[in-house]
């Protein structure tokens, strides 16, 4: 079966023409995580960096926390756990973004964040496959990477 894009160039699925995005992504972190000021910390960060906000009515407090990324439709479901989610360092979300000026943008402020905190892990803006790809990682608090990335058409 030949695979189609739509007009905004998403691969159609294969029942019937649906269309798929992803919604979520849920994260367990240790318990402290969610509590009192790690938790102001995380949520600033990635509302500073980023712009996500809380979605406080689904949350529960010292249990749940919901962070649009960055509508209700696209979010981070965090739960704090006795036994929180461990990876290996590859373990990621992408993030994609329109241009490579916004890739430098997103950059710059985790870069700021770095500097006002020793546990923001920002590496550096890299340019692959002959300037078809901007990227970088960033993470903080959480158990997963975000990988920042701009795809261009022609470098």
Not at 75 to 85: E, F, K
Not at 106 to 135: I, K, P
Request: proline share 5%; aromatic share 8%; glycine share 8%.
């Amino acid at each position: 079966m030949e695979r189609v894009r739509d007009a905004g160039g998403a691969l159609e699925g294969a029942v019937s023409g649906m269309r798929q995005d992803f919604s979520h992504v849920a994260v367990t972190v240790p318990r402290s995580c969610l509590q009192g000021a790690p938790r102001a910390r995380l949520l600033q960060f990635y509302e500073r960096v980023f712009g996500w906000s809380e979605n406080e009515r689904l949350g529960i407090a010292g249990e749940r926390i919901f962070v649009r990324a960055p509508t209700d439709r696209q979010y981070l479901t965090v739960r704090a756990s006795d036994a929180p989610m461990k990876t290996s360092g590859y373990e990621h979300l992408g993030v994609l973004v329109d241009t490579p000026e916004d890739v430098r943008t997103l950059h710059e402020r985790a870069s700021a964040e770095a500097a006002r905190d020793t546990e923001v892990e920002v590496g550096d803006v890299r340019v692959l496959y002959g300037g078809h790809l901007h990227t970088f990682r960033v993470r903080y608090l959480l158990p997963l990477t975000i990988e920042v990335q701009c795809l261009v058409d022609a470098p």
